[in-house]
C-alpha cells in the first residue's frame, strides 16, 4: 500500500483563492519536504518540515507538520496564475531514501 | 553552472534497443539517485548510491543497470526497452542518506523523458 497518500490529486482554484493540499503517511515522518513541478522541468525545493508542530511559510506558501508527525499541509494564501504547477510531498522515514506522494496538479483559473 | 545535470532531456527509441542516461552533479554530495515518474506523476526510486556504493535497489527488472564511476557521476543504462519504460527519469543528489541522519533535501536535474516506440 501507499506510504504517502496527498489529497486532493487535482484541484482547481480561482485566482486569488486560498487552498490546502495534504500529506498523510502510514508511518513516522522524521522529515517532510514539499516540492512544486512545472511541466517539464524538475523539482524545485519548497520547504522541508522536521519537528512535530513546526510551521514555515515562503511568500505566500505556509507547510505544517502535526505534532504526531504523520500528516502534513501546504497552504497557499491568495493563489495566483505563478502557483500553478504539480506539488510532491517527499518523506523521510529514515529507509535512506525519500517516498513521495502521487502529486496533487493545481490549476489557477484567472 | 547547473548543480544537478541530466543528459539526454529527450530520448526517443524503439523498443529492444539499448539506451543510457547520464547524470552529474556539482554540489560535493554524497548520495545520487535514480527516480522514474510515470504518466500520472507518480516519483518512485529506483536506485541510491552513496560514495560509488549501491545503498537501494527497489525490485527494479535487471535490464536496467545503474553505474556511478565516481562520487559526482550516476549513469543509467537500460537494456533491451520496453513499452512501459516510457517516464520521465530524475537523477538527484543529497548531502547524506537516512539512518542516524537524515536524509536532506533532494536536489534534482530537470528529468529525462524516454518514450519507447
Known amino acids: 500500500s501507499q506510504e504517502l497518500e496527498q489529497s486532493p490529486q487535482s484541484l482547481i482554484v480561482q485566482e486569488g483563492k486560498n487552498l490546502t493540499i495534504n500529506c498523510t503517511s502510514s508511518?513516522?515522518?522524521?522529515?517532510l519536504y514539499w516540492y512544486k513541478q512545472k511541466y517539464g522541468e524538475g523539482l524545485i525545493f519548497l520547504m522541508m518540515?522536521?519537528?512535530?508542530?513546526e510551521e514555515k511559510s515562503h511568500e505566500k506558501i505556509t507547510a505544517k507538520l502535526d505534532e504526531k508527525k504523520q500528516q502534513s499541509s501546504l497552504h497557499i494564501t491568495a493563489s495566483q496564475p505563478s502557483h500553478a504547477g504539480i506539488y510532491l510531498c517527499?518523506?523521510?522515514?529514515?529507509?535512506?531514501?525519500?517516498?513521495f506522494g502521487q502529486g496533487t496538479r493545481l490549476t489557477i483559473n484567472p | 553552472d547547473t548543480a544537478v545535470s541530466q543528459t539526454p532531456k529527450y530520448l526517443v527509441t524503439q523498443m529492444g534497443n539499448d539506451k543510457s542516461i547520464k547524470c552529474e552533479q556539482n554540489?560535493?554530495?554524497?548520495?545520487m539517485y535514480w527516480y522514474k515518474q510515470d504518466s500520472k506523476k507518480f516519483l518512485k526510486i529506483m536506485f541510491s548510491?552513496?560514495?560509488?556504493?549501491?545503498?537501494i535497489n527497489e525490485t527494479v527488472p535487471n535490464r536496467f543497470s545503474p553505474k556511478s564511476p565516481d562520487k559526482a557521476h550516476l549513469n543509467l543504462h537500460i537494456n533491451s526497452l520496453e513499452l512501459g519504460d516510457s517516464a520521465v527519469y530524475f537523477c538527484?543528489?543529497?548531502?547524506?542518506?537516512?539512518?542516524?541522519?537524515?536524509?536532506?533535501?533532494?536536489?534534482f536535474g530537470e528529468g529525462s523523458r524516454l518514450t519507447v516506440l
Open positions: 538527484a543528489s543529497s548531502r547524506g542518506t537516512s539512518g542516524s541522519s537524515n536524509t536532506g533535501e533532494l536536489f
Open positions: 517527499g518523506a523521510d522515514t529514515r529507509a535512506q531514501k525519500l517516498v
Open positions: 554540489l560535493g554530495h554524497d548520495t
Open positions: 518540515l522536521q519537528k512535530g508542530g
Open positions: 548510491y552513496n560514495n560509488k556504493e549501491l545503498i
Open positions: 508511518k513516522t515522518l522524521y522529515g
